[in-house]
């Protein structure tokens, strides 16, 4: 998927998740066919509210557009649940 603009993706999970980031993002890329050719850098990310739950987030072509304003940047919410072996992720603007 050919993608022109900045983004911002969050996965939120279980704390138990965390050792698994790169596991995560790779399924993430794979079931929407994004692929960010190494344009992209994610970090974890404790939230204040919970000390069960843990986010990753990920910048999608930050090496394109090093410069951004994250109060405008577009950005997407996973939550991320395991399915088996695998990874599954849902959109929370689909959740009501």
């Known amino acids: 998927m050919q993608h022109s603009n900045p983004m911002r993706i969050v996965f939120r999970f279980p704390v138990t998740y965390e050792l698994e980031e790169e596991a995560i993002v790779m399924r993430f890329f794979t079931l929407f066919g ?43 919410v996973f939550k991320v649940k395991k399915n088996n072996e695998l990874y599954e992720t849902i959109s929370l603007s689909s959740v009501s």
């Open 34 to 76: 994004r692929d960010p050719h190494d344009d992209c850098f994610s970090h974890l990310m404790a939230p204040s509210e919970s000390s069960t739950k843990m986010h990753i987030i990920l910048d999608m072509y930050c090496k394109t557009f090093p410069e951004v304003n994250l109060d405008t940047m577009e950005y997407e």
